[in-house]
């Protein structure tokens, strides 16, 4: 499922994030990420814990296999992202960084 690769991916890149910062950054509601967090919880993929600093507020974290998934999956878009710029001809890829670079700024921008 798409949606829990994303989840996943997300907490393997900020763990101890909570559901809301998790549901911010996959733009979606609080209630389906928690489903999404449920079913990854029940895999075996994500821990939940209460934070130290306060009670209230769980933080998401990978177990050991959540981390060779989510290892797997980043290795994955490393050797897709590889071969795309491999076809981009070499005098074109400063280019094309810039570009997805003004791009990143403006949808972070735009948020």
Do not use: W
Not at 16 to 42: F, M, N, P, Y
Not at 43 to 54: A, F, H, L, N, T
Not at 94 to 111: M, Y
Request: hydrophobic share 35%.
């Amino acid at each position: 499922n798409k949606q829990q690769c994303f989840a996943l991916v997300e907490i393997g890149r900020a763990p101890g994030i909570s559901l809301k910062e998790l549901a911010d950054r996959l733009h979606s509601d609080k209630s389906g990420v928690s489903r999404t967090v449920d079913d990854l919880v029940k895999k075996g993929y994500v821990v939940r814990k209460p934070s130290e600093i306060d009670r209230r507020y769980v933080e998401l974290s990978l177990t050991d296999m959540g981390s060779e998934r989510f290892e797997k999956i980043e290795k994955s878009m490393d050797d897709k992202f590889a071969d795309i710029c491999r076809n981009i001809p070499k005098d074109k890829q400063k280019q094309v960084l810039e570009s997805l670079e003004l791009i990143n700024s403006a949808l972070e921008a735009s948020k």
